[in-house]
């Protein structure tokens, strides 16, 4: 198994090999694209009768049900993949630029905003800690990653 280092960035300045990586992350969305519309057209299969009368989830049998789940779980757990790979920025999803892997969010970050992410995470750890919510002291954890 491959484990990313903490905080690796991944920067590209020649042109021609930026030109590359955008052009490869564009077949990956490609091919994702693909298997994404043929979980949804196995899905909209499940929700018609033979006559074409559409069915509610409630009308599904037992096992029409569980295999709609099932393809739902794959279509979320390859969406979530994608999310969280290189191909995009976890935080604004774009595709076309240098990044930042954040390893105890599991995630790539933009240089941008990643840069954002740190900042605000510098700005958080100079205020004093009072009592917190759980909001807040999630969001605080969450800063202390781009430390």
Excluded: P
Aim: proline share 0%.
């Amino acid at each position: 198994m491959f484990y990313m280092r903490d905080k690796r960035a991944i920067i590209i300045k020649d042109k021609k090999l930026r030109r590359i990586r955008d052009s490869f992350r564009d077949i990956f969305f490609q091919a994702i694209r693909l298997e994404r519309k043929k979980l949804r057209e196995q899905r909209r299969k499940l929700m018609f009768t033979i006559d074409g009368v559409r069915l509610s989830v409630d009308d599904l049998s037992f096992d029409n049900l569980r295999q709609f789940r099932g393809l739902q779980d794959r279509e979320d757990l390859l969406s979530n993949k994608v999310r969280r790979s290189i191909l995009m920025c976890v935080t604004c999803g774009k595709g076309d630029r240098d990044m930042v892997y954040n390893k105890a969010y599991g995630a790539w970050y933009c240089t941008e905003c990643y840069g954002l992410e740190r900042l605000t995470a510098l700005e958080r750890a100079k205020l004093k800690e009072v009592s917190e919510s759980c909001d807040e002291q999630a969001i605080r954890e969450h800063s202390k990653t781009f430390l």
